[in-house]
């Protein structure tokens, strides 16, 4: 029988759209199968700032890659070359050297290429001056390695990617949970069954259903003990399945199970994500003030690095306190910088005193406890001038933990903090693949006609991550899992 599908790809999110979009550039009839609804379209990928980390030369070198409506302020712009080797470097370093060196090289070597290869598919980039930016002597400095985004962020990259799909002649099923994968007895993948009980069959599969974020009992099973109570920041509907699929039909697991992304986040925010606010919920501005935990105590040094290579890991931190939630703290010195979209949007949950012990009384904590933390850290500043867009090395000296960089007494009222907790946004472990894309078999060879990219592939990052690599991650092993999908499709074919 003529299998109606050349490549199915399950998950559609970017690393599925992108994935879809390379096997379709090859030539096969392809078909998306999206668990959730039109309404729920894009995954994670729909939550996200549409970040995106690539190697580049410099301001100059992205002319051709973002948007000319969007290149105004260039003349009073400073970007300095982000290279291979720095991208690589920061890989190899936040991930304490476990990154998987193969899938790292690609994922460098093509971040660049991938992001023309989107934009000629119709994606549209900014520079990220909202995030990645600050103002200095009249010119907009950029930081932390990270400088592109999609327009519109995740809902317009969404809106971008569906658009393209709808252009190409991908096929798109929404409400199409994917339970398990088709196998002919040699193990060979022959399509997938839905949970209606339909059979639809295809030379070749990619999985891009996400990581297991959104499945409390998986999380509290690999992450450990509370990861259950985590809040969800993307989409409910990541819960493992394509790991899980694909682990049953004898793919290899890989990369740091108990190992996930968790950023600070909303104390008052849903369970799962929440479609309006989306990456709103994101309290990333605490390298300019302190955090504290419930006991009024201070647990992480808050300046360690840009946010851009802390965020990641510091969900985990929040976690481990003895409630599960913590509190950042800000002067109205540090207000002005403060990203407007996370700190001032609709529904954030806050306190403001014109006295710490106001501020203790609201939250709950111990007052003096509070009061001697605040004391204790503002007269262990080494001061030197404060300078957002570097790490300026104001930092603290003879407390624990320390504060490395942008360390600026809190002394000027009103004091206003922002409780948040623990918010997961994807799970590090995952499946094995080759630089092809291919999912590894328990023997390491390929399990012939299955391929996959994007959150559900592990051994890329572990422990941490630097932002703006997991759209990064999923286009470029998405594209490559669709041309090896299309490419297995047309031997099957022969
Ligand atoms: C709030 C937030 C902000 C973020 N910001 C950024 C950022 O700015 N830059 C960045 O690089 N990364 C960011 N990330 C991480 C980023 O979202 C992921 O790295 C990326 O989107 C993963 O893409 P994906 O295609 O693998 O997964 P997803 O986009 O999550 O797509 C997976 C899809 O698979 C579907 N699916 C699941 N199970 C099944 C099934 N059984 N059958 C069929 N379909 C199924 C899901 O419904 C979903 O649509 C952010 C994440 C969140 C939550």
Known sequence: MTAPWDVIVVGGGNAGLCAAQSARQEGARVLVLEKAPRQWAGGNSYFTAGAMRASHGGLA??????????????PFTDLAPYTDDDFLDDMVRVTRGRTDADLARVLVGESRATMDWLRDLGLRFELMYHRQAYEADGRQR?????????????????????????????????????TRLATASDGTVQGVVLACGDVLESRAVVLTTGGFEANPQMRAAHLGPGWDLALVRGTPHN?????RMALDAGAQPHGHWSGCHAVAWDAGARPTGDRELTNQLTRGGYPFGIVVNTDGRRFIDEGADFRNYTYAKYGAEILRQPTGTAVQIFDAKAAPLLRPEEYASKDVTSVTSDTVRGLARELGIDEDRLVSTIEEFNAAIIDSPFDPTVKDGSRTEGIEPPKSNWAQPLDTPPYTAYPVTCGITFTFGGLRIDPDAHVLGTCGLPVPGLHAAGELVGGLFYFNYPGGSGLTAGSVFGRRAGRSAAAAAAGRAR
Do not use: C, N
């Open 61 to 74: 070198d992205l002319k051709d890659l973002v948007d000319p409506d969007a290149q105004g302020r260039f």
């Open 142 to 178: 950029f930081w932390g390695g990270l400088a592109v985004g999609v327009v519109g962020g995740g809902k317009g990259m969404v809106e971008q990617h569906l658009a393209a799909a709808e252009r190409t002649g991908v096929q798109m099923r929404f409400d199409s949970p994917v």
């Open 239 to 243: 819960t493992g399945d394509g790991i």
